[in-house]
């Protein structure tokens, strides 16, 4: 893969819609829900469109993996074998279902840092000849935006059962950070000591030091004061709901940037785009006309694509890694 030597991903216009000011878009756009009493009312079917597209940014990474020939070819085994043993692994012990849903819940919370920590990691390596600077600080930083959020998700899905979590209208609740804070909760008040002291620290370290790609800088800012703002002061049901929607528009944008040269490099930009979301989208509709004729069955499945996610994703960053380091 050649790397354009830029200090963009892909132009400026692009990058600042889906990476640089993304995350206060979305606080802006949410907050604007929680203040207004005629969009709050549409908050639960919004919602379930989020939750939809939510699971849809999970079968890309087929696209990625499976519909990237070179990639598949070279990897033929892992991409055959590595879906049938995961699904049997999630199908075959069903009592054990509902633990895999619950590591699933805080394994998507690490791959969403870890897509974080990548996109910046980009930045800086596209302005610094030193592909190991700072890398170290700047996962640390991305997994540290993420301590209050792994901490609210815990709390909420041991409260669950299996039927309550995968439910659209799962009782998150409405309390925030704020609330729990004022009730005196040791753990948040520890956490939020954590959290400040690491943010304090890598900031120092990672951010205002010389010669930093001032894009990653953008972007790690926006980030963390735009989730720590949600998860402290929106109800906790909006928190999460922006959390998957920033990382699904994030994750659209980069599996199409990367691989609609691989996958209809013989078609027209709009058609290539049209197959790309049909596709996608039909796919997702199929399965969750699973979950709703055979519930146990569609859940696993979901499980189970979830899984093969993290799994490939991954393993293409590897990949994406190593020819970024290359060029």
């Known amino acids: 893969m050649h790397v354009k030597n830029t200090q963009y991903i ?79 692994l999630v199908i075959l012990p069903s009592h054990l279902l509902f633990y895999f849903a619950c590591l699933v819940a805080l394994w998507d919370l690490w791959h969403i840092s870890m897509q974080n920590f990548g996109l910046a990691r980009i930045y800086e390596v596209k302005t610094s000849k030193d592909t190991q600077k700072n890398r170290l600080s700047d996962q640390l930083i991305h997994l540290s935006i993420f301590l209050i959020p792994a901490f609210v998700l815990t709390r909420f899905t041991i409260s669950l059962d299996l039927d309550q979590l995968f439910a659209s209208n799962a009782p998150w609740g409405e309390l925030n950070y704020i609330q729990e804070l004022s009730l005196g909760s040791p753990q948040f008040i520890a956490l939020s000591l954590i959290f400040s002291v690491i943010i304090l620290i890598v900031l ?29 002061f929106l109800p906790i049901e909006q928190a999460i709901t922006m959390v998957a929607l920033l990382h699904g528009l994030q994750y659209y944008w980069i599996v199409w940037h990367k691989e609609k040269g691989h996958l209809f490099s013989k078609l027209p930009l709009i058609a290539s785009l049209f197959i790309f979301l049909a596709v996608t989208l039909l796919c997702t509709y199929l399965i969750y006309l699973i979950v709703e004729e055979w519930f146990e069955v569609g859940v696993a499945i979901i499980v189970a694509i979830r899984i093969l996610h993290f799994w490939y994703d991954g393993f293409i960053w590897s990949i994406r890694s190593n020819d970024l380091k290359a060029n």
Do not use: C
């Not at 969009?39 to 597209?53: D, G, K, Q, R, T």
């Not at 030091?209 to 926006?222: A, C, E, G, Q, R």
């Open 10 to 88: 892909v132009n400026k216009t692009q990058d600042s819609i889906f990476v640089l000011f993304l995350p206060i878009i979305l606080l802006v756009f949410f907050v604007s829900i929680n203040h207004s009493l005629t969009m709050n009312e549409m908050f639960a079917p919004l919602v379930s469109l989020i939750i939809y597209f939510d699971f849809s940014h999970l079968l890309l990474v087929f696209w990625r993996s499976h519909g990237n020939q070179q990639i598949f070819t070279k990897f033929k085994k892992r991409m055959l074998l590595s879906p049938l043993l995961i699904v049997a």
């Open 204 to 232: 120092k370290k990672s951010l205002f030091t010389k010669d930093n790609s001032i894009n990653k800088l953008i972007f790690t800012l926006t980030l963390s004061i735009s989730l720590f703002m949600a998860f402290v």
